[in-house]
């Protein structure tokens, strides 16, 4: 008896909480709505949050190439300086992520950006964690007791 | 084939080590660049000397040349400066500046005092040409061959051994 | 004197660890019993060596003795006495010196609380702890000897110790680390004595699995505490950054977590006795290859090391000497009486497994990738390439769900065969009610709800369920159960606390730059950020511009002051982050640059639940030490 009450307690809590989640997340549809910008004192002001968000994140993956063991978010040096604000020119241009990372390895070479190209010299890195996982994982699966 | 699976991590670790071994020779930190036979990118930027004049790509007429990335608080700048000025005194090829992020009088003051190898300086305040160019520090220098593109960069104080090295190859191509 | 006290001690620790390093073995293998000494006796000598020699270098720190060119390297006359102490590990030469410390540490420990009747094998335990420590010592006097004088003239004053070091945590992460990492020596001398003598595979699991669960814990706490460190230290809010020098550190923890998971199979049902012997050799390769990556100087890493190709020269070559040689006695073995216990795809034997497996791929990928930009350039002539974060991020994800899946039904699994998968819906509605509650207090706390962090959290919360296992059948009452598992469920709510913590970091971070002069007001999220104040500030060794910045939400008011300071000696500034730290989110703000007379820019974070990632570290550490301990009391 003490097992039903139990469950028909948790059943009306999961109703509870499935109907607030449909509820927020219709709402959350309205609060991603690009609200009210205040940015007279930002450093890099943007008319738009998706830029914004853009700028940032783009900051943390380009690597600074003077100080090489910072991205340009950690580093404070001069040419992570320079390189922020041609960063800033292209997003406030509108430019997407994939452009403003090949206008910078144009330039820069593959160094600067963290999260390296798939291209043929790269498929081991990208695909062999993977491909070993699942080689490995058939190997044991097979043959499990011999060898271990 | 027991045997051979037994020996499989030896080989794996015994092949890293020889990997890892052979890392550890003398490792040149410079950059690669990636306009290694790209035309020199276009500029638009105020020459050192006279601020009204205008420069632009067009400017950099007599090829091939060297650029020459350099600024008054580089102290790597003032070692190689008597080596540009052999370069420039033995007319072996044209140099051009490219005054990086500097004091316009305490750059004009340095070479009033220790000599000009420059044909001109670009005066590149905001680093702006510099990040065309992929420039990461001071001093750098690049070689541009008789077409207007870039063959070799060399990041580092220039002197006989790099110019030998390096740079004197495309000169006599 | 002193100085050449410590480095003749240093050279008498090196002769004895040489003769603990072959007596023992002449003794078992020749059978000259009359060489026979008493490796309790020789081990507690080493650690009286080597102590008075590390309480020299910190003696010579301590009355700044410039004439040792180390001392004059790392500290300066003006550092506070605390930190004079702590620069003695600061750097290479030190940290060696307190590595070998540690080792002996460990060997002490297994000396005395091992208890077999077998001699013989206890001796030839000793003995290759003793070779690696000899190789070591070798190391240390050949290519970085702490004592080094600077003669005739020394210098009057230090050069000073790296200021981003000049910090608490950062004097207690190294000494942990170092434990943690010289601890996976016991196991790696255990495994290959075990492979000498033939040993059964529970006998020799029981001997190495407190060893392997303590180095975990030490591991750790070290590895948090780095990057604990780094969150404040280095200024831009991040507290993992896929660097060389802190996977170095991941990888053999990595290991270090599968081989104390592969030991329990091991000691409990005498299978994966190969297995356990291989990850044993190379938890303790990895954390030497670690130290080769870091201070040879091949890869770019944010580690100040002195760099020197000679001494990357040294490591390889005693890492080629004891990992080749191991696995060279693993290959010509003969494993003949290997027990076959049968083990079905669904029982615990086949999850311990596949946590290895995962566990094991992962850390190959980690160490893979570290190293891949200098194969890169070999491969494509000079062509250079980065990974890092974004890359581990998405390599780390699928072994991450798999391992934390697996981790949530670990528990319920059974020795051979599970009977039942019954618990799996009970299982699946109560980490969904977790999960939906968690999501629901993150929308309270923060008005928005990011689809990203998801996946994250179920499987927090997955494990969370899992871990405290409260819908499975059993006799004993729920805290008594509990109570039997505390070590375990430490470890693994550890592990759920961790994966909320970066799961809601990662995808509710909010930065901004700002720029201000006192007085000045913006607006950050539901923040309104104030520049009070800024004042210069004379520290014992620094001079710095320290400002006040207030945060307001309506409720609450925090004054926060970040620094940005000049180290006298060095010149070299140090930006210092001001945190408000609290359970749920740190406001965090750090100087940047004083663009004109009184404006400055400002880097303004708000880091919700990032406190979660150390609190579950640290119980993940807590969990292991316990786990460790009650391997003693067993027996």
């Known amino acids: 008896m003490k097992e039903c009450g139990k469950k028909n307690f948790l059943n009306i809590l999961m109703n509870k909480l499935i109907l607030f989640l449909l509820f927020i997340i219709c709402s959350l549809q309205v609060s991603v709505e690009e609200g009210q910008v205040n940015f007279d004192k930002d450093a890099y002001p943007f008319t738009s949050e998706t830029k914004e968000s853009l700028f940032y994140s783009l900051l943390n993956e380009l690597r600074c190439p003077k100080c090489q063991s910072s991205n340009l978010a950690g580093s404070n040096s001069p040419i992570s300086n320079d390189l922020k604000r041609e960063v800033y020119e292209l997003v406030v241009e509108g430019k997407s992520s994939r452009q403003i990372k090949d206008h910078l390895v144009d330039r820069y070479g593959n160094f600067i950006i963290y999260n390296p190209p798939i291209e043929p010299a790269t498929y081991a890195l990208w695909f062999g964690p993977f491909i070993l996982i699942l080689l490995s994982a058939l190997v044991i699966i097979l043959v499990r007791k011999r060898i271990i | 084939m027991k045997k051979i699976i037994d020996a499989l991590p030896l080989v794996v670790f015994a092949s890293l080590i020889i990997v890892l071994f052979s890392f550890l020779s003398d490792k040149d930190d410079q950059l690669e660049t990636a306009l290694i036979d790209s035309s020199f990118p276009d500029f638009n930027l105020g020459s050192l000397s006279d601020e009204s004049r205008l420069l632009t790509k067009q400017d950099i007429i007599k090829l091939p040349a060297l650029i020459n990335v350099w600024a008054t608080w580089c102290i790597a700048c003032r070692v190689e400066h008597p080596f540009l000025m052999k370069l420039k005194e033995e007319s072996i090829l044209t140099i051009y500046g490219l005054n990086y992020k500097d004091n316009k009088l305490k750059a004009l003051d340095l070479l009033e005092r220790d000599g000009n190898p420059f044909e001109f300086s670009i005066y590149d305040f905001e680093g702006r040409l510099a990040i065309d160019l992929g420039v990461y520090g001071a001093p750098e220098t690049f070689f541009i061959d008789k077409n207007g593109l870039i063959r070799e960069r060399h990041v580092g104080v220039i002197d006989e051994r790099v110019w030998e090295e390096k740079f004197s190859k495309y000169l006599n191509e | ?635």
């Not at chain 3, 618990?423 to 109560?430: D, G, K, Y």
């Open chain 3, 1 to 635: 004197m002193i100085p050449e006290f410590g480095h003749l001690i240093l050279i008498v620790h090196l002769v004895l660890s040489l003769l603990g390093g072959t007596l023992p073995l002449l003794v078992v293998y020749a059978n000259y019993r009359s060489l026979e000494i008493s490796i309790k006796k020789l081990s507690v000598t080493l650690f009286i060596l080597i102590t008075i020699s590390f309480l020299s270098l910190i003696y010579s720190f301590l009355v700044d003795d410039f004439s040792v060119a180390y001392v004059a390297q790392n500290s300066n006359i003006n550092l506070p006495v605390y930190y004079k102490f702590a620069a003695t590990w600061g750097a290479h030469e030190g940290s060696l010196v307190l590595w070998i410390l540690a080792m002996n540490a460990w060997l002490i420990g297994f000396i005395f609380f091992t208890h077999s009747k077998d001699k013989d094998f206890l001796a030839t335990v000793f003995s290759i702890s003793c070779q690696v420590i000899f190789a070591f010592s070798l190391f240390t006097l050949f290519t970085s000897n702490p004592f080094e004088r600077i003669l005739p003239i020394p210098p009057l004053n230090g050069a000073d110790l790296n200021p981003s070091l000049q910090d608490f945590a950062f004097t207690v992460h190294p000494p942990l680390l170092y434990f943690g990492y010289s601890g996976l020596l016991i196991p790696f001398a255990i495994a290959v004595s075990a492979m000498l003598f033939k040993k059964d595979t529970r006998e020799w699991a029981s001997y190495s699995r407190p060893w392997t669960l303590l180095s975990c814990s030490f591991l750790t706490l070290g590895i948090a505490l780095g990057s604990w460190w780094a969150y404040y230290e280095l200024g831009w809010g991040g507290w993992w950054f896929w660097d060389p020098v802190e996977n170095a550190a991941f990888v053999p923890w990595l290991l270090s977590v599968a081989l104390f998971h592969s030991l329990i199979t091991s000691q409990n049902r005498g299978v994966f006795g190969k297995w356990s012997i291989l990850l044993s050799i190379f938890a303790f390769a990895t954390s030497l290859l670690g130290t080769f990556l870091v201070r040879s100087g091949i890869l770019t890493s944010v580690h100040a090391f002195a760099l020197d190709p000679e001494r990357g020269l040294f490591i390889l070559a005693i890492l080629a000497f004891f990992v080749i040689g191991s696995l060279l006695i693993y290959s010509i073995t003969d494993f003949g009486h290997v027990e076959e216990n049968k083990y079905e795809l669904t029982s615990k034997e086949f999850g311990f497994l596949l946590n290895n497996l995962l566990l094991v791929v992962l850390a190959i990928s980690i160490l893979f990738g570290t190293i891949f930009p200098l194969i890169y350039e070999a491969f494509t002539g000079g062509k250079q390439i980065s990974v890092g974060a974004p890359y581990f991020e998405i390599i780390l994800f699928p072994f991450a769900l798999a391992l934390g899946l697996l981790q949530g039904v670990a528990l319920y699994l059974s020795w051979g065969k599970s009977s039942s998968f019954s618990f799996l819906p009970r299982l699946f509605i109560e980490s969904l009610s977790i999960f939906s509650l968690i999501i629901l207090i993150l929308f309270v706390l923060f008005d928005n709800l990011y689809l990203s962090s998801f996946a994250t959290i179920f499987l927090a919360s997955w494990i969370l369920v899992g871990t405290l296992q409260i819908t499975k059948k059993r006799n004993l009452s729920y805290w008594n159960f509990l109570r039997k598992r505390l070590a375990v469920t430490f470890a693994h709510a550890g592990m759920a606390i961790l994966t909320i913590g970066v799961g809601v970091v990662s995808s509710y971070s909010l930065e901004k730059e700002i720029i201000l002069s006192p007085g000045d007001s913006t607006e950050f999220s539901d923040q309104t950020i104030n520049f009070q104040s800024i004042d210069d500030l004379l520290g014992p060794n620094y001079t710095s511009k320290s400002a006040v910045v207030s945060f307001e939400d309506g409720s609450e008011l925090s004054n926060i002051v970040t620094e940005k300071r000049t180290y006298l000696p060095s010149g070299q500034i140090t930006t210092e982050a001001g945190i408000q730290a609290d359970l749920f989110k740190d406001l965090y703000v750090s100087i940047g640059d004083n663009l004109q007379s009184n404006i400055w820019s400002f880097k303004i974070q708000i880091k919700p639940f990032i406190r979660w990632i150390w609190l579950g570290a640290l119980l993940i550490a807590i969990g292991s030490f316990l786990a460790g301990v009650k391997q003693f009391k067993r027996r």
